[in-house]
């Protein structure tokens, strides 16, 4: 039944596929945990519930032991207790043993308490998503929308097809729409259709990401100068304080030898910390130069994907106006032979 299902719902992609064909089919999936992973409410009540779990195993564990101690009990006080007394003893423990089994499965069994609750809680974030998921199709123009968590099984999955990260912005924006006012709320419409354009575009996706990222390099480096400057900073007054010290010691005639010795240590303490703090900053560079160069390769490639892309579909527009124009000088041909 499940093979009859997979072969139709196959059947009518391909077809749905063939009539989109003139205009390009678009193709997204969601990853549903990864969602709900990163809705807040549903994390929380998760851990309540792994909490209860843990108390029910808790209990079923402690039932357990005190069965085992029963059956040792009766081992070593077997050969001195009447055949009826034992007998007693054996049915008590194949009872409490029954009695365990069977809360063990009501509380997780296939149909027990754990998995209707996880059920329960994890309802109406589906349903939130599975609207979130409408909305972003209508908008986008999307054909076919897929679960990576679902029995359809997707033997490979591009990234760049991921909108999960769209449907959680989706759902945390009807969160926070009810909380904002008329102004706010046209702020972060025309905020979300910028958000929403440049996730329909891979081209301004990467691009978007590039500067995202430069800009998270560039404020580390700011970052590392200035932590480097305040250590300069603190290490010069540090010196200097030092110097003053020892200079107003050395005019009262009580300098020793520690104290000469302690403000050579400093120093050096002062020039290889400094030292440290330059090689950090430029690794830092480096690693910016680095994830720069390889954004940009990126962009190259996602470019010339979509340059090799079009330059097949323009071939096959060709040769198809090419066929055509063959079919009907064919039939003319074949009309002017039978007039």
Do not use: C, H
């Not at 329960?120 to 998921?133: G, H, M, N, R, W």
């Not at 090799?308 to 000088?329: C, G, T, V, Y």
């Amino acid at each position: 039944m499940k093979k009859q299902f997979l072969l139709l719902f196959l059947a009518f992609v391909l077809a749905q596929t063939a009539s989109a064909q003139t205009r390009g089919t678009k193709i997204g999936y969601i990853d549903m945990e990864y969602i709900l992973q990163n809705v807040p409410d549903y994390t929380e009540a998760k851990n309540q519930l792994e909490i209860k779990a843990q108390k029910w195993k808790s209990e079923i564990d402690a039932k357990t032991n005190e069965i085992n101690k029963l059956k040792e009990a009766l081992k070593s006080e077997k050969a001195l207790l009447t055949k009826e007394l034992i007998e007693e003893r054996e049915t008590e423990i194949r009872f409490l043993e029954k009695e365990n089994s069977d809360y063990q499965q009501q509380r997780f069994g296939a149909n027990g308490d754990l998995i209707n609750q996880k059920s329960v809680l994890a309802k109406p974030i589906q349903d939130q998503v599975f609207t979130a998921v409408q909305d972003i199709a209508e908008r986008l123009k999307y054909d076919f929308i897929f679960d990576k968590t679902s029995d359809l099984t997707m033997l490979y999955s591009e990234k760049k097809f991921d909108i999960s990260e769209q449907v959680l912005r989706s759902l945390t924006r009807s969160e926070k729409r009810e909380q904002l006012t008329k102004k706010q709320q046209k702020e972060a419409e025309a905020r979300e259709s910028k958000e929403d354009a440049i996730d329909d575009n891979p081209v301004l996706a990467e691009r978007q990401k590039a500067l995202e990222e430069k800009k998270a390099a560039r404020d580390k480096l700011i970052e590392d100068r200035k932590a480097l400057q305040e250590q300069k900073k603190k290490e010069f007054d540090d010196k200097r304080k030092q110097m003053l010290e020892a200079r107003a010691a050395k005019k009262n005639g009580t300098v020793s030898a520690n104290v000469a010795k302690e403000a050579s240590t400093t120093a050096t303490d002062t020039n290889s910390k400094v030292d440290s703090a330059k090689q950090a900053a430029e690794e830092a560079k480096q690693k910016a130069a680095t994830d720069r160069a390889k954004l940009i390769e990126e962009r190259k490639k996602v470019i010339e994907d979509r340059k090799q892309a079009f330059e097949a579909k323009r071939k096959k527009i060709l040769e198809d106006r090419e066929a055509a124009k063959k079919a009907k000088e064919e039939q003319l041909k074949e009309k002017s032979t039978n007039n």
